[in-house]
Nanobody, 114 residues
Framework: QVQLVESGGGSVQPGESLRLSCRAS????????MGWYRQAPGKQRELVSR???????NYAHSVKGRFTISRANAQNTVYLQMNSLKPEDTAVYYC????????WGQGTQVTVSS
């Protein structure tokens, strides 16, 4: 029932920033832990960050200190602020419920290159 649409990706140079948005529709996601995931070419999908319904957060070691996850329950939206981007951050980024996943959305492409 919940549908997820990611947006905000693009092509940037190393050191620049992007803000990704994950808009949910069909049902409220305020009660769920939510996560941002990414999948680079030839690699498996990995969890980047998660946020609980009490707003506590967790980050993969590779992005800690550079990325910030947040949520706005009134907008049924989860965000990922990405600073100091590196080429190894290049991937398709997805959001989803953490644990019991909903259907995956299309994702949004992030490309970091000079």
């Amino acid at each position: 029932q919940v549908q997820l649409v990611e947006s905000g990706g693009g092509s940037v140079q190393p050191g620049e920033s992007l803000r990704l948005s994950c808009r949910a529709s069909g049902s409220s996601i305020s009660a769920y832990a939510m996560g941002w995931y990414r999948q680079a070419p030839g690699k498996q999908r990995e969890l980047v960050s998660r946020i609980m319904n009490d707003l506590s957060t967790n980050y993969a070691h590779s992005v800690k200190g550079r990325f910030t996850i947040s949520r706005a329950n009134a907008q049924n939206t989860v965000y990922l602020q990405m600073n100091s981007l590196k080429p190894e951050d290049t991937a398709v980024y997805y959001c989803n419920r953490f644990g019991r996943n909903f259907d995956w959305g299309q994702g949004t492409q992030v490309t970091v290159s000079s």
